[in-house]
Nanobody, 118 residues
């Protein structure tokens, strides 16, 4: 079993910045890739990163958000700059992990609220 715990959400003014963090904990697993999704109202991929460092971004956040992964700490970060009101959502961390050769699972965090408003 793997637990994902997010932190770093909050209220910020338009044009401001926030940094989200998500730590994966548990035993006997390796990270394949991790990502951030947001829900408002549907759930959409914001950014994802593989353990090798390959990244993917939604078009709406390219150039403003940066995802990074510390493999040793099993922690994924999302640096969000130039925030807009339309970035307001609950942000969820997702981790795809391998427990064994044939045992790969996706886990989700509990979500953290990001509100962009003046």
């Amino acid at each position: 079993q793997v637990q994902l715990v997010e932190s770093g959400g909050g209220l910020v003014q338009p044009g401001g910045s926030l940094r989200l963090s998500c730590v994966a904990s548990g035993s006997s697993f390796s990270v394949l890739h991790m990502g951030w999704y947001r829900q408002a109202p549907g759930r959409e991929l914001v950014a994802a990163i593989t353990s090798a460092g390959d990244t993917t971004y939604a078009d709406s956040v390219k150039g403003r958000f940066t995802i990074s992964l510390d493999n040793a700490k099993r922690t994924v970060y999302l640096q969000m700059n130039s925030l807009k009101p339309e970035d307001t959502a609950v942000y969820y961390c997702m981790g795809a992990v391998r427990h064994s050769t044939l045992d790969v699972k996706n886990y989700w965090g509990q979500g953290t609220q990001v509100t962009v408003s003046s």
